[in-house]
């Protein structure tokens, strides 16, 4: 129950393609949905997250997808550019304990290469 | 620059050996994490810590060890006991109050290579 699954695990497509990641996930306590970019070499950082009390959110090229129902969420990245070219984390977080701080379990990563 | 600095960034250990990674952070967190990269398997979490003088296992913590003497360090030290240390560590920080989302600031990393 508590893992997150993501697929694909590698993505490749041509400069302005539309790239699609999905995350699945079966915990219900789960209410933040984030994703992570993270460049070789570097740790990952927040690219853009979600509550599930909306369906959508965008932020510039990236919108999250979130369907509650189905406990999947997806990363779609508008008109791709090279520069996009990296691996993709979905998360989802919960509050373990009363009290404590999220604690946040990730998705096996997409590493996503865009072509020029 | 506030943000969380590891060192070393690369480390070769013989096996037999214990080694320590270095995590500092100047954001005034109260939350820091310890986490293994490997290839096709994500962020698997080693030890976390909420408070200082306070630590606990996460999901893959045989083998490590950790101390929170101080609010802005979280050293790790993988233990001759660990079986298989070859890999990328991060480590990360959040604000750890209740009802904050839980975003986590990562490091840029150490990569532990076992000779």
């Known amino acids: 129950q508590q893992q997150v699954k993501q697929s694909p695990q590698s993505l490749i497509v041509q400069k302005g393609g539309i790239p699609i990641i999905n995350c699945a996930y079966e915990?219900?306590?789960?209410?933040?949905f984030p994703w992570y970019q993270q460049f070789p070499g570097k740790g990952p950082a927040l690219l853009i997250a979600?509550?599930?009390?909306?369906s959508e959110k965008k932020e510039g090229r990236f919108t999250i997808s979130f369907n509650k129902s189905a406990k999947q969420f997806s990363l779609h990245i508008m008109d791709s550019q090279p520069g996009d070219s990296a691996t993709y984390f979905c998360a989802a977080g919960r509050e373990i304990s009363s009290g404590s701080a999220r604690q946040l379990t990730f998705g096996s990563g997409t590493q996503l290469t865009v072509l020029p | 620059d506030g943000g969380i600095t590891q060192s070393p960034k690369y480390l070769f250990r013989k096996e037999g050996q214990n080694v320590t990674l270095s995590c500092e952070q100047n954001l005034n967190h109260d939350a820091m994490y310890w986490y293994r990269q490997d290839p096709g398997q994500g962020l698997r979490l080693i030890y976390y810590s909420q408070i200082v003088n306070d630590f606990q296992k996460g999901d893959i913590a045989e083998g490590y060890s950790v101390s929170r003497e101080k609010k802005e360090s979280f050293p790790l030290t993988v233990t001759s006991a660990q079986k298989n240390p070859t890999a990328f560590y991060l480590c990360a920080s959040s604000i750890g109050n209740r009802g904050h989302t839980g975003e986590l600031f990562f490091g840029e990393g150490s990569r532990l290579t076992v000779l």
């Open positions: 915990n219900t306590a789960f209410d933040y």
């Open positions: 979600i509550r599930p009390d909306v």
